[in-house]
């Protein structure tokens, strides 16, 4: 039995409920935040079902997130939010519970004892320059005049969280992030000129990369992310290997640029990928390649041919942004 762990049951359905039963597989789709879960030793029962030790669990993408308090000189009763607070972080700490037997007892899509030792891109980074990967060059800081003095160029920033997006912004619009009133500190990037890359490693194993273009806009026509696949991954078999052992990940992405050199340089990992926002081709070959490397499966699986990655939340945060630039 394959139980998938996630917080929305119908986009995992969609995703992988075609291939799972054409190879025949009996599974089922399980948000622990809204089941009964007992624990007790190294036995878990949810929905009054044991899991077997033969059972295989995916993580779709429950992550452990750390717990914040109040502040408390805020001019009102916090009690509440305290009483609320409580019950979240115990409903929390019973699926972290539930998914720390289950890494000792069962194979599990990903582990999550190792899942929440990646803590931020920072010690990503750490951790790839630990087994020899070039990394981009970067700074943390809340000071306007620091990334002034840092960089020459272009500047990439995003917040320290692994799911952040990373994103381009100009000197003059500097001062927009870091007002002397915002004391929250960011991450930059220095922006490297070559093409962006996606490798999507399951078991170790490099299964599948996608050069893909930024979205533009050329007249009044918005391209999207334009993805071209690579399946032909030799290349990349040690650096995969190194990296799937280092953070103890059966199913992770990594991504950053080939610069002008032919040289990989990584910008972060994600431990979560979610591959229901690629577009058909490449979403199909990856649902498959995991599952037959899962189950020891030959399932047949085309090879992906180009697409692009478009969704409605990606044209709203999109258009307007361009509608700011001049034609």
Do not use: C
């Not at 409920?17 to 809204?34: E, T």
Request: hydrophobic residues 40%; proline residues 4%; aromatic residues 14%.
């Amino acid at each position: 039995m394959l139980y998938l762990f996630t917080k929305n049951i119908e986009k995992v359905r969609a995703l992988y409920a075609d291939v799972l039963d054409i190879a025949g597989i009996k599974y089922k789709v399980i948000d622990p935040f809204k089941s009964e879960i007992t624990l007790w030793n190294e036995t878990v029962k949810i929905d009054n079902v044991e899991i077997l030790h033969e059972d295989i669990i995916y993580n779709f993408d429950i992550i452990s997130e750390f717990p914040f308090t109040p502040d408390v000189t805020i001019d009102s009763d916090y009690r509440f939010f305290q009483d609320s607070y409580v019950s979240q972080q115990q409903i929390k700490s019973h699926v972290y519970s539930t998914l720390s037997i289950l890494s000792r007892t069962n194979l599990i899509i990903n582990d999550f004892d190792s899942d929440r030792k990646i803590y931020n891109r920072i010690s990503v980074l750490e951790e790839l320059v630990r087994i020899g990967l070039k990394t981009t060059d970067y700074i943390m800081t809340n000071s306007l005049n620091e990334v002034i003095d840092y960089f020459q160029n272009t500047l990439l920033w995003s917040y320290t969280e692994l799911k952040s997006p990373i994103k381009k912004i100009t000197k003059d619009i500097l001062p927009e992030l870091l007002t002397k009133d915002n004391f929250v500190p960011y991450m930059f990037y220095e922006d490297i000129k070559g093409k962006n890359i996606r490798v999507w490693i399951i078991n170790r194993k490099p299964a599948l990369a996608a050069f893909y273009d930024e979205p533009e806009l050329k007249g009044h026509d918005l391209k999207l992310e334009k993805y071209e696949y690579i399946v032909d991954l030799d290349f990349f078999n040690l650096e995969a290997e190194s990296i799937a052992n280092q953070f103890g990940l059966y199913f992770m992405e990594i991504y950053g640029k080939i610069d002008s050199s032919g040289n990989f340089i990584a910008f972060g990992i994600d431990n979560h990928p979610d591959i229901s926002t690629l577009g058909k081709e490449g979403k199909e070959y990856l649902s498959r390649k995991l599952i037959s490397e899962v189950f020891n499966l030959n399932l047949p699986v085309n090879l992906p041919k180009p697409d692009s990655r478009n969704t409605v939340f990606l044209k709203k945060m999109l258009e307007p942004l361009f509608e700011r630039k001049p034609d």
